[in-house]
């Protein structure tokens, strides 16, 4: 069974800072890893997808990286902004391609 | 906008009553899912559709739930008789298999808030 942790789950960091943010799952035999942020009370807005063939995946100042290997993947947020506070939440999928999603790491970037 | 639409965006109801949740996923998709998120949690898996069929349910799909997909196309979700315990957001997500792979990514609507008083 798919288990997802994610550490720490709570940052608050000044403007400016580069960050990383920590996920681990148990089940190595995934296909992808979706990242998403989820502002207080909205629904979740996909940041990145990162496929099991690869290693790395960008999108304007987030980076995420996958090792299947050691259950890990990390999300970095270069030149973090306030607009960046939110909670972000990992998920890769289980069977059937429902999501297990782990308890998000909530960030306040402070300006 | 994730193109993903649910109604009502908030709900208010009173133990005991039955509630009816929609979801129109982005009409191309042919996966709909649908999770419970209670606060300061992440989202749970509760429900999953491939077209019309439902393929999957969780055990915490209780007797009081129930979801429909007609004709493979938008979605419903009905508590019957709420619980206090049923209070939570309801989210809705759509998918498919990305071109050339056997990868899906899922896309969220932007829920329903259920408040049972």
């Known amino acids: 069974k798919q288990e997802v942790t994610q550490i720490p789950a709570a940052l608050s960091v000044p403007e400016g800072e580069n960050l990383v943010l920590n996920c681990s799952f148990t089940?190595?035999?995934?296909?992808?890893l979706q990242w998403f942020r989820q502002d207080p009370g909205k629904g979740l807005t996909s940041l990145l997808l990162?496929?099991?063939?690869?290693r790395e995946q960008t999108s304007g100042r987030l980076n995420a990286s996958l090792d299947k290997s050691s259950g890990r993947s990390t999300l970095y947020i270069a030149a973090s902004q306030p607009g960046d506070s939110a909670t972000y939440l990992c998920?890769?999928?289980?069977?059937?391609?429902?999501?297990?999603f782990g308890q998000g790491t909530t960030l306040q970037v402070k300006p | 906008d994730t193109g993903v639409s649910q109604n009502p965006r908030h709900k208010i109801t009173k133990r005991g009553q039955n509630v009816t949740f929609r979801c129109d996923p982005i009409?191309?998709?042919?996966?709909l899912y649908w999770y419970r998120q209670t606060l300061g949690q992440g989202p749970e898996f509760l429900t999953y559709?491939?077209?019309?069929?439902?393929?999957?349910k969780s055990r915490l799909l209780s007797d009081r739930f129930s979801a429909e997909r007609p004709k493979g196309s938008f979605s419903t979700l009905e508590i019957q008789r709420t619980e206090q315990g049923d209070s939570a957001m309801y989210l809705c997500?759509?998918?498919?298999?990305?071109?050339?792979?056997?990868?899906?990514?899922?896309?969220f609507g932007p829920g329903t808030r259920l408040t049972v008083t």
């Open positions: 998920a890769p999928p289980g069977n059937t391609g429902k999501l297990i």
């Open positions: 559709f491939q077209n019309e069929a439902q393929l999957e």
């Open positions: 009409s191309e998709h042919n996966r």
């Open positions: 990162i496929q099991s063939s690869q």
């Open positions: 997500a759509s998918s498919s298999r990305l071109p050339g792979q056997g990868t899906y990514e899922q896309y």
């Open positions: 089940d190595s035999a995934i296909y992808n």
